[in-house]
């Protein structure tokens, strides 16, 4: 090694970055000092007899593999207009879909033991990847992280429910892909004692799930829960999507049966099954399952009482108007009537005493609008609450935020996934300022992504733990603000 290499022995600063991982070296790309190695693959392709199948490692490769460019995307079909131009969803053709990327701070100085995160996107398990252009991790890398993210299997092939295959694929992915990073982060100057891994919507639960896992014990020492639950459902209600979807094509529900079925006809007949409904609205959908392996319990059991990863440090919260996101581009917060409300409130089990106390905080709102809030607040906020509430006697520091910045950007305000441009740092991305708008304040992206950093860094985002106060950081409107125990009525309406 010459005298003007890497510490680590990589490429000497300054030239096409190179490392070597156990499984062969990487040439990658480097830009304002920060690496990026793109399309690295962690397990093989899941196709042909491996297409129902737990991943399996890599084979080494001979040489040098080139990583300047993102990987194959799993198989999926883009958002649905609207959401389209909304949420960005880059199709990338190929088989070897089990990838992820890295970026790493490319300097000589303080080159070790670098803080770890690890991003799972989002996209309701069927959508997503690591190639949206949002979570580019050059931010992150400036301000010394090693930022990885990654594919995973989404849909039927990641979320299917069979007799003859195992559960939750796509979190075995999710298992491989930081197995790997544990293997081999130390090359690009991480630390695999010092990782976190953080994730929003769909990634945020199965962030949670993950904390629940046995099989997930040792390979991360912090979590961020964006947007998410924790929530799985037992295999018998899992599985229905499944079979809808076989019954649509015409074969058994079994992975044997479906291996024969093409890419692009499974995903036709997916979407048409699961195409009307919403994370909100309900209707067919690919959820987490209970399987007795990966995940012996419901996660929000598991988690709870001092349980499953209790000395993990959380981070966790949800934006303020999470449902205008779907119900917006619809007019659902203006074309809902008062008796479909009602209806509504019926049909999804909305206690009545609760429903009073959110209409007379909100008497200006919409029947919409007030159904929105009532679902944001059942499906995400409260089950955070109170999984930060469980956690308060175990060893792991909880901390809590709500994003309340409202984006112009036809009237979506704090919606769901608006955070994360400002989470990555990525505010002069066409693709954030689609939801965003071009005038999001960047004080406000610098505090939020500053936090991020802190608490991977150190655990501790900049702001006081949870305890019997409820401490919630609010980023927005405004400056950064710690509030205690905000709207904390409704809250405990839900609890009679």
């Known amino acids: 090694m010459s005298d003007d290499s890497d510490p680590l022995g990589r490429a000497p600063v300054g030239r096409a970055p190179l490392v070597r991982t156990r499984f062969g070296a990487l040439r990658g790309s480097l830009k ?106 050059a931010a ?59 994730g929003e919507s769909a990634g945020a639960i199965c962030i949670a799930a993950l904390l629940a896992s046995p099989l997930a014990k040792g390979l991360f020492r912090r979590a961020v829960i964006q947007s998410g639950a924790p929530v799985a459902l037992p295999g018998d209600r899992a599985r229905r999507t499944t079979e809808a979807i076989a019954a649509h094509l015409g074969v058994e529900a079994t992975a ?28 067919h959908s690919f959820q987490i399952v209970v399987d007795g392996e990966l995940l012996p319990r419901d996660p929000a059991v598991a988690l709870s009482g001092g349980g499953a990863s209790a000395d993990v440090d959380l981070l966790m919260g949800t934006n303020t108007e999470e449902y205008r996101l779907w119900f917006v581009p619809g007019r659902l917060t203006e074309r809902l009537s008062r008796l479909a409300l009602r209806a509504a409130l019926w049909k999804t089990k909305v206690p009545r005493r609760t429903a ?87 004080e406000l992206a610098d505090a939020m992504h500053a936090a991020w950093v802190r608490f991977a860094a150190t655990g501790d985002p900049g702001w006081r733990a949870w305890d019997a106060t409820r401490p919630v950081m609010t980023f927005g409107p405004g400056a950064p603000t710690l509030v205690e125990s905000p709207r904390d009525d409704e809250l405990r309406a839900w609890d009679g």
């Open 356 to 442: 009073r106390v959110y209409r007379a905080n909100r008497p200006r709102e919409t029947p919409g609008e007030l159904l929105g809030a009532l679902a944001t607040d059942k499906l995400l906020r409260m089950p955070l609450n109170r999984l930060a509430d469980a956690r308060t006697a175990g060893p792991g520091s909880t901390y809590v935020y709500e994003f309340g910045w409202r984006s112009p950007v036809l009237g979506l305000g704090a919606c769901h996934a608006l955070e994360l441009g400002f989470v990555f740092g990525t505010l002069d991305r066409p693709e954030t300022t689609a939801l965003t708008g071009p005038d999001a304040p960047r």
């Open 140 to 198: 992150f890398a400036r301000d010394g992280v090693v930022l990885v993210s990654l594919n995973y299997r989404l849909g039927i092939e990641g979320f299917g429910v069979f007799p003859d295959a195992p559960a939750n694929l796509g979190l075995r992915d999710q298992l491989a892909a930081l197995a790997w990073v544990r293997e081999n982060i130390a090359a690009f100057g991480g630390d695999p004692e010092r990782v976190t891994v953080f």
């Open 256 to 283: 044997r049966a479906l291996t024969h079925i093409p890419v692009e006809r499974l995903l036709d007949a997916q979407t048409e099954v699961t195409g009307k409904g919403t994370p909100l609205t309900g209707g």
């Open 32 to 137: 304002h000092g920060v690496a990026s190695f793109l399309g690295v693959p962690y397990a093989k392709a899941p196709v042909g007899p491996l297409r129902f199948r737990a991943p399996e490692p890599v084979e080494p490769w001979e040489g040098v593999r080139e990583a300047r460019a993102f990987g194959a995307t799993a198989p999926k079909r883009p958002y649905a207009p609207p959401l389209d131009a909304l949420l960005p969803d880059p199709d990338v053709e190929g088989e070897d879909c089990l990838n992820l990327n890295v970026w790493a701070p490319w300097e000589k100085s303080a080159a070790e033991g670098r803080p770890v995160m690890v991003w799972i996107h989002g996209g309701s398990l069927v959508h997503g990847s690591s190639s949206v252009p949002v979570y580019d991790g």
